[in-house]
C-alpha cells in the first residue's frame, strides 16, 4: 500500500505566493497540491520554478482573477479543464474555475466556485447554476463508486461549526441557505467530507482568515470554505486529514491556507 497526499490551496495569487508554495512543496512533499485563485494568464503562469523543484504542472488562468492549477509529483493522465455541457461561460472564466486529471488512478477535480458577492445579484444565481452543472458533470462522466476526489475553494461553508458567526454569517453568500443546499445535493452524489471524517464536530476549524480582520486567526474570526472531498470507496482509504493554519502565518500569506488528506491507496 502507498501514501496518497493531496492538499488544497487558494494562493490569491500565485506569483505573489511562489516562494510559499515552493517552501510547502518541500517540506510537505505532496503527492498532489491543488491551487486556485492563480490570478495569471497561462502565458505568464510560473511554471519553470515549480517544474525546476520536481513537480509536474497544469494549469488554466486568465489576466488578474481565477484560474486554477495542478501540480503533482507525478505526470497527470485525462487532463480536461471546464465544463462540457456547452452552457453559459457567465464571466469567461468557466475553464479557468474547473480542472479535472487522473493521478494514481484518483480522478482529481479541482475547482474554484464562483463567490457570488451578493445574495441578491445574478453573480449568486451564477454560483448556484455553477454547483448544479457540477452534479450534472459528474452524473454524465463518473459513478460514486469511483476512486474520485473533489477539492479547492468550493466557497461555501457547510455547517454552523465552519463558520466563526454562524447567527450574523447566515445569509452571506458563503453561508447562506440556498449555497449550502446546492453543495448538499453534490454531496448526496456520492461524496464524504474528509476532513469531517476524521474531525468530527470539531468547531473554529478553518481555512479561511480574513485580511480585513484584526488578528483573525488569534481571535478565531474564520471560515472553513476550503474542502477535500472522496467518493466512499476513496474516502474509506484516508487515514488523516489537517488544516495547515501555521502557514497562514508566514510573511505576506494569502488569506488561504493549505487543506491537506492522506490516504493509503
Not at 35 to 59: L, R, S, W
Not at 95 to 123: D, F, I
Amino acid at each position: 500500500m502507498s501514501n496518497f497526499k493531496i492538499a488544497t490551496f487558494n494562493a490569491n495569487s500565485i506569483r505573489s505566493r511562489l516562494d510559499q508554495i515552493l517552501d510547502w512543496l518541500d517540506r510537505e512533499q505532496p503527492d498532489v497540491l491543488c491551487v486556485q485563485e492563480t490570478k495569471v494568464q497561462d502565458k505568464d503562469f510560473p511554471a519553470q520554478p515549480i517544474e525546476e523543484a520536481g513537480y509536474h504542472v497544469i494549469f488554466r488562468g486568465q489576466k488578474a482573477y481565477s484560474g486554477v492549477a495542478i501540480l503533482s509529483q507525478t505526470a497527470p493522465a485525462d487532463i480536461v479543464a471546464g465544463f462540457d455541457d456547452e452552457a453559459e461561460n457567465d464571466d469567461g472564466a468557466d475553464a479557468p474555475r474547473l480542472l479535472r486529471a487522473v493521478y494514481h488512478g484518483v480522478t482529481v477535480v479541482n475547482s474554484y466556485v464562483p463567490q457570488g458577492r451578493e445574495p441578491e445579484s445574478e453573480h449568486f444565481q451564477y454560483k448556484l447554476r455553477w454547483l448544479a452543472r457540477l452534479r450534472a458533470l459528474l452524473e454524465r462522466h463518473y459513478s460514486p463508486d469511483d476512486l474520485l476526489v473533489w477539492v479547492g475553494d468550493l466557497n461555501v461553508a457547510p455547517e454552523d461549526i465552519d463558520v466563526y458567526d454562524p447567527k450574523g454569517l447566515r445569509y452571506h453568500v458563503d453561508f447562506h441557505p440556498d449555497a449550502q443546499a446546492a453543495l448538499e445535493a453534490i454531496r448526496q452524489w456520492g461524496f464524504v467530507d474528509v476532513f469531517r471524517l476524521h474531525h468530527p464536530g470539531e468547531p473554529q476549524q478553518f481555512s479561511y482568515f480574513d485580511y480585513r480582520a484584526n488578528n483573525p486567526i488569534e481571535r478565531g474570526i474564520g471560515w472553513r470554505i476550503d474542502h477535500i472531498w472522496a467518493t466512499a470507496p476513496l474516502a474509506a482509504k484516508s487515514t488523516r486529514a489537517w488544516i495547515d493554519v501555521e502557514a497562514r502565518k508566514a510573511a505576506r500569506p494569502s488569506d488561504h491556507t493549505f487543506v491537506v488528506a492522506e490516504f493509503g491507496l
